[in-house]
């Protein structure tokens, strides 16, 4: 079976030195195509679609390999988001992230200091679910079947 394996000169999932090492051997009828300044997968058709379209077709159709539509192209290894911008955003959010946190405590220390202490109603509430217990655990006080008491 005629089988072939396009690779990206730029690929590094996939160097076209570990197909030739690795996968061509066992293919008996297998033909490499390395194409120069490509990366994985579909970098090589989605980049040069009539090129590709080519290559594939004259392939199925006669067992050649024609790259002669591919045309060099120059890579851009410039990142989308360099590591500056990343820095700065992470610093932002955390600086933005203890702001709301002290603006929060402020907030906080004004209402109780507007409205008083709440230390009462809160010993209320929870004078009361001592001796009551919580609804989803039932009355306090009460053993469980098989608990050390």
Not at 35 to 43: D, I, K, N, R, T
Not at 44 to 63: D, H, K, P, V, W
Not at 130 to 137: Q, V
Request: hydrophobic residues 45%; neutral net charge.
């Amino acid at each position: 079976m005629e089988t072939l394996l396009i690779s990206g000169a730029l690929d590094s999932a996939t160097p076209p030195q570990v197909t030739t090492k690795e996968l061509l051997p066992y293919l008996p009828n297998g033909h490499q195509v390395v194409l120069p300044a490509f990366g994985h997968v579909g970098s090589f058709y989605q980049e040069q679609s009539e090129a590709g379209t080519r290559l594939i077709n004259t392939f199925f159709a006669s067992g050649q390999v024609d790259e002669s539509l591919y045309m060099q192209q120059t890579v851009d290894f410039t990142p989308a988001t360099t590591l500056t911008a990343v820095a700065k955003l992470v610093a932002g959010t955390m600086i933005g992230l203890a702001l709301v946190t002290v603006l929060s405590l402020l907030w906080m220390a004004r209402r109780v200091h507007q409205r008083g202490p709440c230390m009462r109603k809160l010993l209320i509430i929870l004078n009361a679910i001592a001796h009551r217990g919580l609804p989803w655990h039932g009355p306090a006080n009460v053993p469980v079947a098989g608990a050390i008491v």
